[in-house]
């Protein structure tokens, strides 16, 4: 099993950042690809990037240029960094991990949620 614990998130001004922290714990030497999901109210859960093992990544077009995915293998932990922030980012963000590599996303670990809530 592996657990996945999120922190970072608060209130933030339209315009600021944050940055978000998952740290994982557990049988962890086998997961690649890593991720953040995010859910708004009444909207589906989203992922809003990726990164694997080595470092490549993939964002959703909504954040691209504003959010950057990183990790540290040695730490076991990944992180969002959340610039630029608008309204329309507020929501629950969820670290995710292991999809499966022929379904994909999402991955079937997930951890607790942190609320991001950006005021205009």
């Known amino acids: 099993q592996v657990q996945l614990v999120e922190s970072g998130g608060g209130l933030v001004q339209a315009g600021g950042s944050l940055r978000l922290s998952c740290a994982a714990s557990g049988s962890i030497f086998s997961i690649n690809n890593m991720g953040w999901y995010r859910q708004a109210p009444g909207k589906q859960r989203e992922l809003v990037a990726g990164i694997t093992r080595g470092g490549n990544t993939n964002y959703a077009d909504s954040v691209k240029g504003r959010f950057t995915i990183s990790r540290d293998n040695a730490k076991r932990a990944v992180y969002l960094d959340l610039n630029s922030l608008k309204p329309e980012d507020t929501a629950v963000y969820y670290c995710?991990?292991?999809?499966?590599?022929?379904?994909?996303?999402?991955?079937?670990?997930w951890g607790q949620g942190t609320q991001v809530t950006v005021s205009s």
């Open positions: 995710n991990a292991d999809p499966d590599p022929i379904r994909g996303w999402p991955g079937r670990y």
